[in-house]
């Protein structure tokens, strides 16, 4: 990338830290040592501004370039990404929205723990969110790393790494001087900024083509090197069983895992009721619905006018597409419309990267803090001190995800998504459904719920061919696979529901039919909530 290239996008990065911090700042000067200010802001946000959160914490860099990507490569088979997670929000509208908000306080631990044993429930499900979100920030680091190589000219490792570790320090000054107050609005103006950034390229693309979507399909086919079969199903997921039983496995995993996601999950808690959390959500799928839309013609439009094998020398899997058809779409390289356009997208895309992660650092120091140290205490914790070690937490979750995502930095940010996806489908919906919704749960079977769909998860992806045994893998040297799909979905998401009931139907102790019936009316009716 030419100079301008560069100086414009680092000025608009910096714009984009420099307002954040500043909002982080304001933030930090209000009084931040209660729990309700510091996990929940105070539950004081309206179900627009939520909304708006919640997309923002949603449309995630797996969103903006790995779809984007995977449909530049893949065509028909890229596009299930954006089904799946646009058709999960139903789960969370219809199932999830308002008996959450109205059964916890800050967690998913909290839910569970109204009926059950609080201490191992919280020891478990504390454990699950923070393996889920460590998982979903590689992909975001990821992310950072190819975009600023692509900005740099993929010349320097150096300047991926410190990238990387720039986004998780950020992270952490955002998590822990600002908490949900601060995250929220970062979350707020991120996807004012991501909307508007989608909007322009979307109709950019449609402008090329003169309003022609047909003529962008048939190009897009032409220039992909694989003709119709571009638009047909199978060009990822065809051929043989193990790779339709992936697609099954994946689309498992995206449709059924936003429930699951610790960090959407908390975002129900900063409003004041659950009428407000459910129409939060409408917000946010009617935003969301929108964004996945575009990023269909995105995807078709990189294809088309970049060409999939362009998109492929550029990232192996595809990150980098649409800052490529951006620069294309303003005038090509070298272009001052280019350039603009260029360095607009990549801060967009980079102002995506960092609101994603303070979100996601903040739920999963939230369930350390909130579930697994006070936990561990044996005298009940006090709530500065429960605030003070979620800021620790949020150092030591960053330092982590840091540490993978250098390690992951070729696979498709969208692919790591949807393996995140799945062990929260796995480990976390099961629980959270059969507390809400079946009388008989037991505390047995709600650990064994967790851990029935956590360890077969993680395990599974160890051993597959993301891990080691292709030359895509983090391994690429090394072969230890021995389970043969790439997403554990179809596998761990069962074995997760028939864990908890099992555990349940072997637990030696009856159900607390008091605090069964306590729950219940609590969640139908919001009686009682916090």
Aim: charged share 10%; with cysteine; net charge neutral.
């Amino acid at each position: 990338m030419t100079g301008s290239h560069q100086t414009l996008a680092l000025v608009l990065f910096s714009l984009f830290v420099a307002v954040t911090l500043g909002i982080t700042t304001w933030v930090s000067r209000r009084r931040q040592g209660s729990a309700e200010e510091f996990y929940a802001g105070g539950r004081l946000f309206s179900p627009l501004e939520n909304g708006f959160a919640i997309a923002g914490d949603y449309m995630s860099a797996a969103s903006f370039l790995g779809i984007s990507g995977l449909i530049a490569l893949y065509g028909y088979d890229g596009m299930l990404y954006s089904v799946g997670f646009l058709v999960a929000w139903l789960v969370v509208l219809l199932l999830v929205a308002e008996l959450v908000r109205n059964c916890g306080r800050f967690t998913l631990a909290d839910v569970i723990a109204a009926r059950m044993a609080e201490r191992p429930v919280r020891i478990a499900a504390g454990t699950s969110s923070v393996a889920v979100s460590v998982l979903y920030l590689v992909a975001q680091m990821v992310g950072a790393g190819s975009l600023v190589a692509l900005l740099l000219g993929g010349s320097s490792e150096a300047a991926r790494s410190w990238t990387v570790i720039g986004v998780g320090a950020l992270m952490v000054i955002y998590v822990s001087l600002g908490g949900m107050r601060a995250t929220t609005w970062i979350q707020i103006v991120k996807a004012v900024l991501l909307m508007a950034g989608t909007i322009a390229l979307t109709v950019l693309v449609l402008l090329r083509f003169h309003g022609d979507v047909n003529g962008l399909l048939s190009t897009a086919a032409e220039r992909s090197g694989h003709g119709p079969d571009f638009l047909a199903p199978g060009l990822r997921y065809g051929g043989d069983w193990t790779a339709r039983l992936d697609f099954i496995s994946l689309g498992l995993a995206l449709v059924l895992g936003t429930a699951g996601l610790p960090h959407i999950l908390s975002r129900f808690y900063t409003v004041p009721t659950a009428r407000a959390a459910r129409h939060s959500v409408i917000w946010s799928i009617g935003l969301i619905g929108s964004f996945y839309l575009m990023t269909i013609v995105l995807g078709f439009g990189a294809a088309a006018l970049i060409g999939s094998d362009q998109v492929r020398a550029s990232h192996a899997s595809g990150n980098t597409a649409v800052p490529l058809l951006a620069l294309d779409l303003g005038g090509g390289a070298g272009s001052t419309g280019g350039t603009v356009l260029f360095a607009v997208v990549a801060a967009v895309a980079f102002a995506t990267i960092l609101a994603v992660v303070a979100g996601i650092t903040l739920a999963s120091s939230a369930s350390v803090a909130h579930d697994l140290y006070a936990s561990l205490r044996r005298r009940r914790t006090e709530p500065h001190s429960e605030v003070a070690v979620a800021r620790i937490a949020a150092a030591g979750i960053g330092a982590a995800a840091i540490g993978l995502g250098l390690l992951a930095r070729d696979l498709n940010v969208a692919f790591l998504v949807g393996l995140a996806f799945a062990v929260a489908a796995s480990a976390n919906l099961p629980v959270l459904l059969f507390s809400l919704f079946w009388r008989k749960f037991t505390t047995r079977g709600a650990v064994w719920s967790v851990y029935g769909g956590l360890v077969p998860a993680v395990l599974l992806v160890l051993l597959s061919p993301v891990v080691s045994g292709s030359p895509e893998s983090l391994f690429p040297g090394l072969d230890f696979h021995l389970f043969p799909l790439q997403n554990p979905g179809v596998v761990s998401i069962p074995l997760g529901f028939l864990a908890g009931w099992i555990g349940t139907v072997t637990s030696p102790e009856p159900p607390d039919e008091a605090r069964q019936a306590e729950t219940e009316v609590r969640a139908l009716t919001g009686a009682g909530a916090v």
